[in-house]
Nanobody, 124 residues
Framework: QVQLVESGGGLVQAGGSLRLSCAAS????????AGWFRRAPGKEREFVAT????????EYGDSVKGRFTISRDNAKNTVYLQMNSLIPEDTAVYYC?????????????????WGQGTQVTVSS
């Protein structure tokens, strides 16, 4: 069993940065791929980034490539999302998720465990 708790969201001006953290409980997390998704008001959930169990590979959604970086520290059971050059279109609730498998997935259906989400608001 894995439980996920996001933190680090907030209000930031366009061009600014935020770092989201996802703290996991459960030993299975260190052998599981993880990802970040987001849902903006009135829109469907969108893939943001994913990372393999060991951090050896990552993938990003087209809208965040070059601006966001996903990483993890398995010693701390934590996944991070560094968000730079934020734009108002990044405003959304950001969700951390974990798979039951070590390899990545870019679809939400590939994830079994989900956090409650953290709000990110980017003002223009």
């Amino acid at each position: 069993q894995v439980q996920l708790v996001e933190s680090g969201g907030g209000l930031v001006q366009a061009g600014g940065s935020l770092r989201l953290s996802c703290a996991a409980s459960g030993r299975a997390f260190s052998t599981s791929a993880a990802g970040w998704f987001r849902r903006a008001p009135g829109k469907e959930r969108e893939f943001v980034a994913t990372i393999t169990w060991d951090g050896g590979a990552t993938e990003y959604g087209d809208s965040v490539k070059g601006r966001f970086t996903i990483s993890r520290d398995n010693a701390k059971n934590t996944v991070y999302l560094q968000m730079n050059s934020l734009i108002p279109e990044d405003t959304a609730v950001y969700y951390c998720a974990a798979r039951k498998y070590p390899l990545m997935s870019v679809v939400s259906e590939g994830y079994y465990y989900w956090g409650q989400g953290t709000q990110v608001t980017v003002s223009s």
